[in-house]
């Protein structure tokens, strides 16, 4: 069984739309928790950086972390063309675990005009 | 300022030949990461440098592989002997510590023949 599990997808919305990725964690060490964006043939880019439960809003960008549950949320509102491109989480452990992250494997959004 | 920069872009080689992939990290950026993700795949973790040294080569999937850094900057990461199951794009990373942010090179795309 993989540490971190992530919805597949492909996820297809309206311009517009809300979307919701997920991703459930099963190594309770983990207490750093990332959402990448990486599109097409280019190298995955940090979107969000959270370190305890709760919510934390960038913009039209929400992480979601309830670690009780070993759930992590990335919301987009108002999606735009431009958000479709893969969407990875990741997590790593506490300092002194080495700063390796450990990704899923990636949800595909495309958002449709 | 510049970004991590990975070179080559892509590289094609045959069955059983040596590879070297280069990744120049951000100016000042002590840690380095190197990531396979194969097609359809999230990021697997190969080895990460604090400065030169490698505290943390678990990912290395055979001795086929090994990596280098010097002079706490550029690191080249080597692939003997290549195999088919080998092609993958190959991800470098660098934070200014092993806890902080890290950004992702445009990776090189292999493609073992």
């Known amino acids: 069984q993989k540490e971190v599990e992530q919805d597949p997808g492909p996820l297809s919305v309206p311009e517009g739309a809300i979307v919701s990725l997920n991703c459930t964690y099963s190594?309770?060490?983990?207490?750093?928790f990332m959402w990448y964006r990486q599109y097409s043939r280019k190298g995955p880019e940090l979107l969000m950086y959270?370190?305890?439960?709760g919510n934390k809003e960038d913009g039209r960008f929400t992480a979601q972390v309830d670690k009780s549950s070993k759930y992590i949320s990335l919301f987009i509102r108002d999606s735009q063309p431009s958000d479709s491109a893969t969407y990875l989480c990741?997590?790593?452990?506490?300092?002194?675990?080495?700063?390796?992250?450990?990704f899923g494997d990636g949800t595909t959004l495309t958002v449709k005009p | 300022g510049a970004g991590v920069s990975q070179s080559p872009s892509n590289k094609v080689t045959e069955k059983g030949k040596d590879v070297e992939l280069r990744c120049d990290p951000i100016?000042?950026?002590?840690?380095l990461y190197w990531y396979r993700q194969s097609l359809g795949q999230g990021l697997e973790f190969l080895i990460y440098?604090?400065?030169?040294?490698?505290?943390?080569k678990s990912g290395l999937p055979s001795d086929r592989f090994s990596a280098e850094r010097t002079g706490g900057s550029v690191s080249t990461l080597t692939i003997q002997r290549t195999q088919q199951e080998d092609s993958a794009v190959y991800l470098c990373?660098?934070?200014?510590?092993?806890?902080?942010?890290?950004?992702f090179g445009p990776g090189t795309r292999l493609l073992v023949l």
């Open positions: 990373a660098s934070s200014q510590g092993q806890q902080e942010t890290q950004y």
């Open positions: 190594n309770s060490a983990f207490q750093y």
């Open positions: 959270t370190y305890s439960s």
């Open positions: 990741a997590m790593r452990g506490a300092r002194g675990n080495a700063g390796k992250s450990t």
């Open positions: 100016s000042g950026h002590t840690a």
């Open positions: 440098f604090q400065g030169n040294s490698a505290p943390d």
